[in-house]
């Protein structure tokens, strides 16, 4: 395969340390006292610290209601308005001027949205809504790409106390239809297509094609995007954003005050259950927690310009595009499209444009500004940024050099962040400026977060022991345990631990890791069955569904591997022992990952073997595969049931 392989991050490495630069001076957590001693001392309440940074139309009564734990609330008997935190309180704060939003779209193409902009045209859409027959606790899906209308609609919808459901843009019809169907969406927001490279891509196509699948029908609000030379026609109860827009604007949509537990959104991501696991986050936890990270972790005061590459489409896009940048006064940046349209200058000249201060992105776009070369930062003024940020994935040291040096300018402290849609915001960080970085390892567990490493049977392990994973205090932004129907699946991921111990309960996070005799965590990677594909999480076990839907599949096993520097999907198969047309299965299988999941789960490479590796109790290894990919040796100690069939695949593999 491949010859430049990325590397991988080893965890048994000893990691490097190296001073915060003594240049980054903006720092908002330097206060003479260590925050974590604090924390650990005035646990929970110095989590009234993140309540502290919203405003409230009512404030809690009960910090932390632990009477149903480990069903956990936050911030009991609080009122408060996600939108009136992130837009209303900065005009009254005299930022009416400041931009709120600058979007860059296609070649030459500008959009700014000061925060008296973005009142106004949220506050037409929530009216919008309104007349459509959104009410509070209705659910609303967007399937929208990078386009300010999506924040817009998401803060709309947070105006009047509607759940939003932000589906990725670029997922099939199917994938739409089954989030918008397991939420009970009562309208859906989407566009007639967007530009990808220049090139205009149709978006309404697929919305139409899951709409038509859909059970009862809803309106449809439809952004256009490609202008009058690509004309759309809109069907029955479909409307255009704009004529809505225009139509309510001047509004006055006062923002509905939600109880602090109460949903704000839904959002999916990708278990070990072939289905979509719906995840909802509630007002006030989630915002006090994005709204703290965004300060502790990213610096982020009002007016600071911040740009962040993630999709909408994914919780980062939720908790650092949106809510806690605007919570905090931030000027954020959007980009539409892809970094490398019109060329590999964009990413550096939308920093040089913009003066962006604080920059957050992954380890995987990160390898791809390593592979076009440092030549394309050097020739751009980055003097505005001040920090960095990844997230996502393990960063290598050298990758995170990379950054450091050819990005940083070796002034700008890095931030490598872990946390998942689940936890709503970061919980293992070091604090900039503050903290020594170690190049491979996230960090320590921020202040008021307490994560241990565990044996199976949730028993902490010393330092250098890997295992896995947990979270053993309850957070502000942990996921909601409101709905009943969800219990089991918080059962599920809180029980894996905490029912062989009925003193302690824990988070499961599905991930491995090891800590240091410093406190510092390297993730080693997923424990589930979920792969991580271009930054994205999706089940095995929904890939796979995809794949031996195809005729004459047997069995199938995704996995993720990192070839040409970009994290790629491999699927290895079995087929049918009279079929001898492997071209066409591999076109097959193909089509079906693109047409259930979407083009951006396209697999690398479709590998047959005769049969898969399991374990005794018939269970998939997915690390051999997942070593296989990598070209690494396997461990001897690997218990399969058909150990004989490594070296069949190791063979296959290399002439793959
Ligand atoms: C999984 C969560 C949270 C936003 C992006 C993905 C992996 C996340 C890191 C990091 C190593 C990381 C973990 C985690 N992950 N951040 N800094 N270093 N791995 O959200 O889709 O919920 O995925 O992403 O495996 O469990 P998500």
């Known amino acids: 395969m491949a010859e430049d392989r990325s590397e991988r991050v080893s965890w048994s490495e000893k990691r490097e340390t190296r ?259 719906r995840m909802t986050h509630a007002t006030g936890g989630y915002l006090a927690g994005t709204a703290w990270t965004s300060r502790t972790v990213f610096d982020l005061s009002p007016g600071d310009t911040y740009w962040c590459t993630a999709d909408l489409g994914w919780v980062t896009g939720h908790s650092y595009v949106v809510y806690g940048p605007l919570a905090r006064g931030a000027t954020v940046v959007l980009a539409e499209g892809s970094l490398r349209y019109p060329d590999r200058h964009r990413p550096w000249e939308i920093i040089e444009r913009n003066g962006v201060e604080v920059f957050y992105t992954t380890p995987g776009v990160i390898r791809t500004f390593m592979k076009w070369g440092e030549s394309f930062p050097a020739a751009h003024d980055r003097s505005s940024l001040r920090l960095l940020g990844t997230v996502g994935e393990p960063i290598g040291p050298d990758t995170w050099e990379w950054y450091y040096t050819h990005v940083g300018d070796e002034r700008c402290p890095i931030v490598d962040t872990w946390w998942q849609t689940e936890t ?83 988070y499961f996070t599905g991930d491995r890791a090891v800590v240091d005799e410093d406190g510092y965590v390297t993730i080693i990677g997923r424990a589930d069955d979920v792969v991580t594909v271009g930054n994205r999480r999706l089940g095995t076990a929904e890939l796979e569904a995809a794949i031996t839907a195809v005729d004459g599949v047997t069995e199938a096993a995704a996995v993720a591997g990192s070839t040409g520097g970009d994290t790629d999907l491999y699927v290895f198969a079995t087929i049918e022992q009279d079929r001898t047309d492997r071209d066409g299965l591999r076109g097959a299988i193909t089509d079906a990952i693109v047409s259930r999941i979407g083009r951006f789960a396209e697999p690398a490479a479709v590998v047959f073997t005769p049969e898969l590796p399991e374990t005794h109790s018939g269970k998939t290894m997915y690390r051999v595969l997942e070593t296989i990919v990598d070209d690494e040796r396997l461990e001897d100690s690997e218990p399969l049931r058909n150990p004989e069939i490594v070296g069949e695949l190791e063979s296959l593999w290399t002439t793959e």
Not at 466 to 475: A, C, E, S, V
Request: proline share 8%; charged share 25%.
């Open 19 to 277: 001073s915060p630069p003594s240049t980054f001076d903006r720092d908002t957590t330097r206060t003479g006292v260590d925050p974590r001693e604090r924390f650990d001392r005035e646990w929970p309440d110095c989590w009234a610290d993140a309540a502290a940074l919203l405003e409230w139309t009512e404030p809690y009564d009960e910090l932390l209601d632990d009477d149903d734990a480990p069903f956990y609330r936050w911030f009991v008997g609080g009122r408060l308005n996600a939108a009136e935190n992130c837009i209303d309180r900065h005009l009254e704060a005299g930022r009416k001027t400041q931009v709120a939003l600058r979007w860059e779209g296609k070649r030459d193409e500008q959009r700014t949205y000061t925060y008296h902009d973005l009142h106004r045209e949220v506050t037409a859409v929530a009216a919008g809504l309104r007349e459509l027959g959104v009410e509070e606790n209705d659910v609303v899906t967007l399937y929208l790409p990078t386009l300010p209308e999506l924040p817009i609609t998401m803060l709309a919808c947070a105006r009047i106390g509607a759940l939003h459901n932000v589906v990725f843009a670029g997922f099939a019809p199917d994938a739409l239809l089954e989030r918008m169907s397991g939420t009970d969406s009562s309208a859906l927001v989407t566009c007639d297509g967007a530009f990808r490279d220049g090139v205009a891509i149709d978006q309404k196509r697929k919305a139409d094609a899951a709409m038509a699948e859909l059970e009862s029908t809803i309106p449809t609000i439809v952004v256009d995007r490609l202008g009058p030379a690509n004309e759309t026609q809109l069907g029955p109860d479909q409307y255009a954003y704009d004529e809505l827009v225009d139509r309510f604007d001047g509004a006055d949509v006062p923002p509905v005050p939600r109880n602090a537990t109460d949903p704000l959104f839904h959002i999916h991501t990708s278990g070990t259950t072939g289905e979509p696991q």
């Open 424 to 506: 709503g915001a970061v919980m293992l960080s070091t604090l900039p400026g503050v903290d020594e970085m170690k190049p491979g390892a996230v960090g320590p567990p921020l202040p008021g977060i307490d994560a241990r490493v565990v044996d199976e049977d949730g028993r902490e392990l010393p330092p250098g022991e890997p295992g896995y994973l947990t979270i053993t205090k309850p957070w502000p932004s942990m996921l909601s345990p409101l709905e009943s129907d969800r219990y089991w699946v918080l059962a599920e991921y809180w029980q894996q631990f905490s029912d062989r111990r009925a003193d302690t309960w824990r």
